[in-house]
């Protein structure tokens, strides 16, 4: 398994309040995505990170934002939480191989599950 | 842009050969991605396809046809474990675009 981990695994939050959701990777990939997943929409990507301090923005980034200051961490943050953002979010990492037929294979970290009241 | 549809929720029983399909339109091509998520957990990688054809791996199989922007899963010999949600996804630019999701329940 690729050693990927996400802190809080839950989290229970009032609405309007910051929330920083983390990502660890221990496999020394370049890439990073964050994504939530909500019954109907399947996995939607949020951010995404392709090296230390380079992001860029998925379909679903308004209300977010990401920071990568090292290549094992990448934190979510959620500025002022709202009941929409209630949700499973998912982090991921890959390492594109040059040539490589599994270039955009991505894991995923165990998920962490938010709630906004 | 990108379209992926899958069917959202299918039943097979125990034993048996199911088929989940998966049609895509994009924007050029860089393979087909199927992911497995068991309720409660991550997803994890089955297969990918980037040349027309079927794939085999025990079970499961994985079919493309770039011609028809169309994919397949079949899994053989059900079991019950293998209920769970099954995922397609495509590349593009360095992410994954991911279909809504086909659950699948396998009954005894």
């Known amino acids: 398994d690729a050693g990927i981990t996400q802190s809080p695994r839950h989290k229970v939050t009032e609405t309007g309040t910051p929330v920083t959701l983390r990502c660890h990777q221990t496999?020394?990939?370049?890439?990073m995505y964050w994504y939530r997943q909500d019954p109907g929409h399947g996995l939607r990507l949020i951010h995404y990170?392709?090296?230390?301090?380079?992001?860029d923005k998925g379909e679903v980034s308004d209300g977010y934002s990401v920071s990568r200051s090292k290549t094992e961490d990448f934190l979510l943050t959620l500025e002022s939480a709202t009941s929409s953002q209630t949700s499973v979010y998912f982090c991921?990492?890959?390492?594109?191989?040059?040539?490589?037929?599994?270039?955009?294979?991505?894991?995923f970290g165990p998920g962490t599950r938010l709630t906004v009241t | 842009g990108q379209n992926i549809d899958q069917p959202t929720e299918m039943t097979a029983t125990e034993g048996a050969i199911v088929q989940i399909n998966c049609t895509y339109q994009?924007?050029?091509?860089?393979?087909l991605f199927w992911y497995q998520q068991h309720a409660g957990e991550a997803p994890t990688f089955l297969s990918y396809?980037?040349?027309?054809g079927l794939e085999e791996k025990g079970r499961f199989s994985s079919f493309l046809s770039r011609s028809k922007g169309y994919s397949y899963l079949l899994l053989k010999e059900l079991q019950m474990k293998d209920s769970a949600s099954y995922l397609c996804?495509?590349?593009?630019?360095?992410?994954?675009?991911f279909g809504q999701g086909t659950e699948l329940s396998v009954k005894p």
């Open positions: 996804a495509v590349p593009q630019g360095g992410k994954l675009i």
């Open positions: 396809n980037v040349l027309d």
């Open positions: 496999e020394n990939h370049r890439y």
């Open positions: 994009t924007s050029g091509f860089n393979g």
């Open positions: 990170s392709y090296g230390v301090k380079d992001t």
């Open positions: 991921a990492i890959s390492e594109p191989l040059a040539g490589g037929l599994s270039s955009y294979e991505q894991y």
